[in-house]
């Protein structure tokens, strides 16, 4: 049944239009009340209500909260102020008819709050399918003690691939697994919540290759989960695996907010140390608890708005430990909002501190000849998509090997779950997994 759940779409095929039929139909029985001061009280004032709602929560969190750094889409308003309204015509609505239709009028909203969820879910695409909206177990999810220790032999070579297939063994399991396991910021200080670790299937036999690794980011809102929801990392890294003998990189999806809401700016300042963490705590505790290959050419940082930002910033910040990256709709520098706030609050008005960290700062003066990355956007991603051409321009002038890639779509898991999955190889042979 969860397996069906899964595989069942919310922003393709017959469900997301079944659900919206649903809702247009609630929609017209909430508004086709029978009585007069209905039609001449109830719509009016409900209609007005719902607007100056909406008009308060548009205010406060895009004027006066600010809690990310750039605006949401206002469609996602749009919708939200129809549900609001749905909302307040439920109660006129059951007053206006007999007894029976309180609880018609309750499903009628239901379904207009649910194409409404749908519609938002439509613009970024966060939960692709019933599965991963109810978050229901999955069967390539194990516990991280099942996850065999980081010893015994190990198959080396470059390309990885043409070492391992010949002894790859028949019996390697159908898919990767993944699990949660708590990264701790031992010499940052930073407080992360538990990271994703995925692993291909060639990792759990014996001897296993020694992979390569892929450190991920979410966005912000956003958790490591996402990258198994909107992102379809397991299903991403299991279709490479099929073609590769079992082979993918390891990847480590690892907290780069500390929360849902946060931003720290993925740097080293007072809103944390998560530059520190990302760059030392997570390689650290990822070579003591994997067994994977420590070179850091093996090694590559990649991550979706907030996250492909935060990719940037460890390329430029770190070469050493990240010379290759994926910045998926990242932003054009580390931001709060606009570059006033954002030095005030993270460097306590110091703007010289602020440009020593900043990647278009740091690549007017550095030369980065070992760094190469992907910078992927949307051709619908207008509030990002100038940023990222820019970001291209600087590092390509920097010295990077870089390349500027637009796939369909706007700022949505559409665009960085086809991003990830059209870049894999890329980032493979860069790896030195496959030639």
């Known amino acids: 049944m969860s397996q069906w759940l899964d595989r069942l779409s919310l922003v393709s095929g017959p469900l997301p239009v079944l659900i919206a039929v649903c809702g247009i139909v609630g929609a017209?029985?909430?508004?086709?009340?029978?009585r007069r001061w209905f039609l001449r009280w109830a719509l009016p004032t409900t209609l007005i209500a719902a607007a100056a709602i909406t008009a308060v929560l548009y205010l406060v969190v895009e004027r006066v909260w600010r809690p990310f750094p750039d605006p949401i889409e206002k469609p996602v308003y749009l919708w939200i102020g129809i549900g609001v309204w749905a909302v307040l015509l439920l109660i006129p609505r059951s007053l206006a008819g007999r007894r029976w239709t309180i609880p018609v009028s309750v499903v009628a909203t239901g379904a207009v709050v649910?194409?409404?969820?749908?519609?938002?879910n439509q613009i970024f695409y966060a939960y692709p399918t019933v599965g991963t909206a109810l978050g229901l177990p999955d069967p390539d999810r194990v516990d991280f003690a099942q996850v065999p220790p980081p010893?015994?032999?190990v198959v080396t070579g470059h390309p990885l691939e043409e070492a391992w297939a010949p002894q790859a063994?028949?019996?390697m399991p159908a898919s990767g697994k993944y699990a949660t396991a708590p990264i701790p910021g031992e010499k940052s200080g930073y407080a992360a919540r538990d990271a994703v670790v995925y692993l291909p299937p060639a990792y759990f036999t014996s001897p296993r290759p020694l992979l390569p690794?892929?450190?991920?980011l979410a966005g912000q809102p956003g958790s490591p989960e996402d990258w198994l929801n909107g992102g379809k990392l397991t299903a991403t890294m299991d279709e490479f695996a099929r073609a590769h003998h079992g082979?993918?990189?390891v990847v480590v999806v690892a907290d780069g907010t500390g929360s849902q809401l946060a931003n720290p700016l993925c740097l080293d300042s007072k809103l944390g140390n998560v530059a520190t963490y990302l760059a030392v705590d997570v390689p650290a505790w990822t070579k003591a608890h994997l067994q994977v290959d420590p070179d850091p050419r093996a090694w590559a940082v990649g991550g979706l708005s907030y996250g492909g930002t935060c990719a940037l910033q460890l390329a430029t910040n770190y070469p050493q430990v990240y010379p290759t990256f994926l910045d998926l709709s990242g932003q054009e520098e580390p931001t709060l909002g606009d570059r006033k706030r954002t030095v005030d609050e993270a460097f306590g008005g110091d703007e010289a501190a602020f440009v020593a960290v900043n990647p278009m700062d740091l690549m007017k003066t550095r030369?980065?000849?070992d760094t190469a990355g992907i910078i992927v956007v949307g051709t619908r991603d207008d509030a990002y998509r100038g940023g990222a051409q820019k970001v291209f321009e600087a590092a390509k002038d920097a010295g990077m090997d870089v390349q500027y890639v637009e796939?369909?779509?706007a700022h949505s898991f559409s665009v960085w779950s086809a991003g990830l999955r059209e870049e894999l190889d890329w980032l493979a042979k860069r790896l030195g997994l496959i030639a």
């Open 213 to 216: 690794v892929l450190v991920l």
């Open 28 to 34: 017209g029985w909430l508004l086709a009340g029978p």
């Open 247 to 249: 082979l993918t990189p």
């Open 151 to 153: 010893t015994g032999p």
């Open 407 to 409: 796939v369909p779509g």
């Open 169 to 171: 063994p028949s019996d």
């Open 367 to 369: 030369r980065y000849p």
């Open 114 to 120: 649910l194409a409404v969820a749908l519609q938002i």
